[in-house]
């Protein structure tokens, strides 16, 4: 169980949330979309308790979190294997899973370099392997695909499902393509940037008013074979 419960916050005078409540969906994928500086990273800081709520509360219940901040950096030189034993942290240090999690994320070749001589979209892959290494109830993912190229996109969204299913998580990410927002989540929080998140399902997502008015850009929603799509209207 994780809830917020009556959060309100301020980062100096900017309203983030005013008295939010939301269940996050046991064991479903939630993303969090929204405009730059809306609150995304902020929300996810007060589920992972790296920030505190100035009113209200997290509720916590006794689940293993694992969090992937939107920029990571080692402060020591660390091979990939290296780093991922580190996520290993389990009384039983499962390196079988830990290879399983190098094959699934395209990571053979590179195990034994360097992270900080890997390029960013690699090190993206890297750092969300290191989450998943530590086997967590929970995962929460700010932008894991932000550095990635289209192809390693959508591989790390369909690996992260497949694991999402296999393992019964519970995922909360941020991610800003819309599209891949709404095909790969269960449940969709719109944080509008004025202290309020809507909870939708995904499927509510498709509906071009709502998103051209929390985005403040004109949106349509088309259909390509059979399957909807989210298609920004350049001017
Ligand atoms: N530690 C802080 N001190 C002061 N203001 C902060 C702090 N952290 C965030 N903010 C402000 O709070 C707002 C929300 O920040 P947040 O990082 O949650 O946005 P975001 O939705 O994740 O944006 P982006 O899409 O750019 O990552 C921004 O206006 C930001 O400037
Ligand atoms: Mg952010």
Known sequence: MLDF???SLKHGTKTIL?????????????????????GKTTMLKLLSQTLQPDQGRIVFADEKV???????????????TELLEIGLTNEVPDSEFMYRIIQRLGLVEMADQLVDELSGGQQQRVWLAYALCQRPDVILLDEPTAALDVHYQVELL?????????????????????????????????????????????????????????????VQIIEIAG??????ELS
Request: hydrophobic content about 40%; overall charge negative; glycine content about 4%.
């Open 5 to 7: 419960k009556n959060v």
């Open 18 to 38: 005013t008295n939010v409540n939301l269940v996050v969906a046991p064991r479903k994928i939630t993303t969090i979309i929204g405009p730059n500086g809306s």
């Open 66 to 80: 694992a969090y992937l901040e939107q920029n990571n950096e080692l402060f020591e030189p660390l091979t990939v």
């Open 158 to 218: 369909n690996v992260l499902q497949e694991i999402q299913t296999e393992y019964n998580l519970t995922v909360v990410m941020v991610l800003h393509d819309l599209n891949q927002a709404l095909h790969f989540s269960d449940f969709v929080w719109l944080v509008r940037g004025n202290g309020y998140v809507d909870r939708k399902t995904a499927q509510q997502c498709y509906d071009a008013e709502l998103l051209s008015s929390v985005f403040q850009t004109p």
């Open 227 to 232: 399957k909807r799509q989210v298609i920004v």
